[in-house]
């Protein structure tokens, strides 16, 4: 009888690379749940009927109510409650095709990071500021066109370059978020960032507040703070919002103010109206306060798609020339002391 030969098990290699996710799988190492990327946007463009001092002028502008964009945005289960989260956004003319935010091609946001059930969020890379985020919060509509404090606000603070952010979870009605900046000058701190904020929500009343301090020169650092409150009764919502600018620059170049903003929507149906009125009070030097009043109405005519019209006023003491910004670009060039009217006629979609 001839002894029985074994030979050792061999699996064939094609056959290997095929039950290989099985045994990962079974190790608990197998590849987290992937989600496609979603792709979204938004499309606003109107014509704007202004008078800055110079003589009325008639043009097609982008991003009047809301900035036009399209952009990325999708994230990874990692589990545990964890999630890898991006987002890449782009803001554009319509009327012109050309790239907003300075011809950046993600100029609106742009970051990676993670977010967890328990821990909060956080993402690094281009981002609205926390201040931002405050100031949109409190001022109806998101400090947009028609926004009292999108004419007196500094707008470079909105985004910012090289920068971490932190969104903690809601905890008993509190939440907070932070954010730090990093200038990326070798010895020296300047472009330097650090921006926090804390928000309390209870039923139809919302209330937070954000200081954001730069670095601007080296003898220079900037303090921005503001506080708003919102409450919804329903049949109209209301809101306030205070802001400071503090600089230690001489009077002559000083940037210092005092702001606020009072804000109002009314749903009409599926439609709204919206109302401002804001003040600013220049600090370093006279006869620079400013007062803005705004209306508009919006007319849905979809999930999707709606309709705005709307009427802007900015009244400017001898040294001061506020203009009529929209959600994305500046508005046009005031001479000191020339009052600012605009009335805007246009159409959003967004996908």
Do not use: C
């Amino acid at each position: 009888m001839h002894p029985v030969r074994t030979r050792p098990f061999q699996l064939p290699l094609a056959h290997a690379w095929r039950t290989l996710p099985v045994f990962v799988s079974l190790l608990g190492l197998g590849a987290a749940s992937h989600a496609e990327p979603t792709l979204y946007g938004l499309i606003d463009v109107g014509l704007a009927s202004t008078d800055a001092g110079l003589g009325r002028l008639t043009s097609l502008d982008s991003g009047v109510v809301l900035g036009s964009r399209f952009g990325l945005r999708g994230d990874e289960d990692l589990g545990g409650g964890s999630k890898a989260v991006y987002t890449l956004e782009n803001g554009f003319n319509v009327d012109t095709g050309a790239q907003g935010q300075g011809g950046l091609l993600f100029g609106r946001q742009a970051f990676v990071g993670f977010t967890n059930d328990s821990y909060g969020r956080i993402t690094m890379g281009r981002h609205y500021s926390v201040f931002h985020t405050t100031l949109a919060t409190y001022s109806l509509g998101g400090l947009v066109w028609g926004n009292a404090l999108n004419y007196f606000r500094d707008g470079s603070i909105l985004r910012l370059d090289n920068s971490i952010r932190y969104e903690s979870p809601q905890f008993y009605g509190f939440s907070s978020k932070l954010m730090v900046a990093l200038g990326e000058q070798a010895g020296s701190s300047v472009g330097n960032v650090f921006n926090p904020s804390i928000d309390y929500r209870n039923g139809a009343f919302q209330a937070g507040a954000s200081t954001l301090q730069r670095r601007k020169l080296a003898g220079n650092d900037e303090r921005f703070n503001t506080l708003g409150a919102s409450y919804d009764a329903g049949w109209i919502k209301l809101a306030a919002l205070a802001y400071t600018q503090r600089d230690q620059l001489p009077a002559a170049t000083s940037l210092a103010r005092n702001a606020f903003e009072l804000s109002a929507t009314l749903p009409v149906g599926t439609n709204a109206v919206w109302l401002s009125y804001g003040q600013d009070h220049g600090k370093a030097r006279a006869q620079s306060d400013a007062s803005a009043f705004s209306a508009r109405y919006d007319y849905t005519l979809s999930k999707r798609t709606r309709l705005y019209a709307g009427y802007s006023l900015i009244h400017n003491q001898a040294n001061a020339n506020f203009s009529i910004n929209s959600s994305s670009n500046a508005g046009p060039t005031v001479t000191l002391g020339h009052n600012v009217n605009q009335a805007v006629l246009g159409m959003l979609h967004s996908f």
